[in-house]
């Protein structure tokens, strides 16, 4: 049997798309420069409601950050030109060496923000992880994806004390192709203030970096995570098991394979703690 044939499967897929705010598009480019113009204003509106001196992104290279980093830098550009005082702060935190740092690079000189923070994060991870040396329970593999989760807490730390010094917030790149998956590190990526990628798919997060201008080579390129020590670079769609047009078309009510609907129907109800408040009584 067809699941996305099933009036129960199709409801599934709809109710899903709407708790994550995905809307489907009409026509891409005017589209994407709705978009565009929408989630600045967002950015702008919530630093002048909080009355904060700006925004905090970490930049790793990929389409994501780039993205979301563009849009942070014109927004504060923007309320500046308004007479209110703001700056973005692009942040790098690599791993001691990171293997794509000139795509990083290449972000940032697309971005242009107004000041760029470089943490490295790898003796602060290695310090925890050394501090937990014998008392995990896991083969290597196991200890090798908790330490990446480690990874990712430690870049929030980073970001949040940064914004903490200078009055700001802290954004995050989660979109919804990201969320119905629970692709994220509770704690780590997952926890920010601002998501301006939010209800997004992939697809429309690519089309609006096309839009901002950003470089078509970290538009396509293959995204990737990458914190397993031990699966250095391991694609994102090789850990969904699908991969993000059949996300994407998902979320937007087009047909997808009865083995990809499952296992994001399976995956959003597995991971639904993470897009949840902290359960109490």
């Given at each position: ?25 009409t ?49 504060v ?31 940032l000189?697309?971005?242009k ?11 602060s ?6 501090a ?44 919804a ?37 950003a ?8 995204p ?8 250095p ?11 993000y ?12 394979s ?18 949840a ?5």
């Amino acid at each position: 049997m067809n699941i996305l044939k099933t009036n129960i499967a199709t409801d599934i897929a709809a109710r899903i798309a709407g708790e994550l705010n995905v809307k489907p598009w009409t026509d891409p480019a005017k589209d994407a420069a709705a978009e565009i113009e929408a989630r600045v204003a967002f950015l702008k509106d919530y630093v002048r409601a909080s009355n904060t001196k700006g925004l905090v992104l970490g930049i790793s290279g990929g389409v994501d950050s780039t993205t979301a980093g563009k849009m942070c830098q014109e927004a504060v550009e923007q309320l500046r030109a308004e007479g209110y005082a703001a700056k973005f702060y692009a942040v790098r935190l690599p791993f001691y060496v990171q293997r794509d740092e000139e795509d990083a690079q290449k972000a940032l000189r697309f971005i242009k923000p107004d000041e760029i923070l470089t943490v490295d994060i790898g003796q602060s991870v290695d310090a925890m992880m050394g501090a937990l040396s014998g008392q995990q329970a896991g083969d290597e593999h196991q200890i090798d994806f908790v330490k990446g989760n480690v990874k990712a807490r430690a870049r929030m730390i980073a970001q949040y004390a940064i914004a903490g010094d200078r009055g700001c917030l802290v954004v995050g790149t989660d979109h919804a192709s990201e969320a119905v998956m629970g692709f994220f590190t509770k704690g780590g990526d997952g926890f920010c203030d601002l998501t301006p990628l939010a209800g997004l798919v992939k697809g429309q997060v690519r089309q609006v970096a096309l839009a901002l201008g950003a470089p078509t080579d970290l538009v396509m390129k293959v995204p990737t995570a990458d914190l397993e020590s031990l699966d250095p670079g391991k694609p994102d769609e090789l850990a969904h098991g699908c991969t993000y047009d059949e996300i994407d078309n998902f979320l937007l009510g087009k047909p997808v394979s009865d083995e990809a609907a499952k296992l994001i129907i399976a995956a959003y109800a597995k991971t639904a703690h993470k897009r949840a408040l902290p359960y109490a009584p």
